[in-house]
Nanobody, 119 residues
Framework: QVQLVESGGGLVQAGGSLRISCAASGSTSFINDIAWYRQAPDKQRELVASISSGGVTNYADSVKGRFTITRDNAKITVQLQMNNLKPEDTAIYYC?????????????WGQGTQVTVSS
């Protein structure tokens, strides 16, 4: 089992910056990829950025050049630095961790943190 706790969301004006964090606990030794997803009202949840245990990153086209995902493998924390925020970035941001053990991959979600960007 893995528990994920997000923090750092809030309200910011367009063009501003926010950093959100995800702290993992539990069976963290088996965690592979950790990712940030977001879900805006009346929209499907979408992948924002991901990072592997080896540090390989992947970003949605809409956030490339503005968002940066980093990972501390010692503390098992992941941060998402969001710069030049736009109103369309407003959403609940969820941390997701994938764990592989005994040939089975499990997916865990945090409770989400609200990010609101005002125009």
């Amino acid at each position: 089992q893995v528990q994920l706790v997000e923090s750092g969301g809030g309200l910011v004006q367009a063009g501003g910056s926010l950093r959100i964090s995800c702290a993992a606990s539990g069976s963290t030794s088996f965690i592979n990829d950790i990712a940030w997803y977001r879900q805006a009202p009346d929209k499907q949840r979408e992948l924002v950025a991901s990072i592997s245990s080896g540090g390989v990153t992947n970003y949605a086209d809409s956030v490339k050049g503005r968002f940066t995902i980093t990972r501390d493998n010692a503390k098992i924390t992941v941060q998402l630095q969001m710069n030049n925020l736009k109103p369309e970035d407003t959403a609940i941001y969820y941390c997701n961790a994938k764990m592989s053990r005994f040939g089975v991959t499990s997916s865990y979600w945090g409770q989400g943190t609200q990010v609101t960007v005002s125009s």
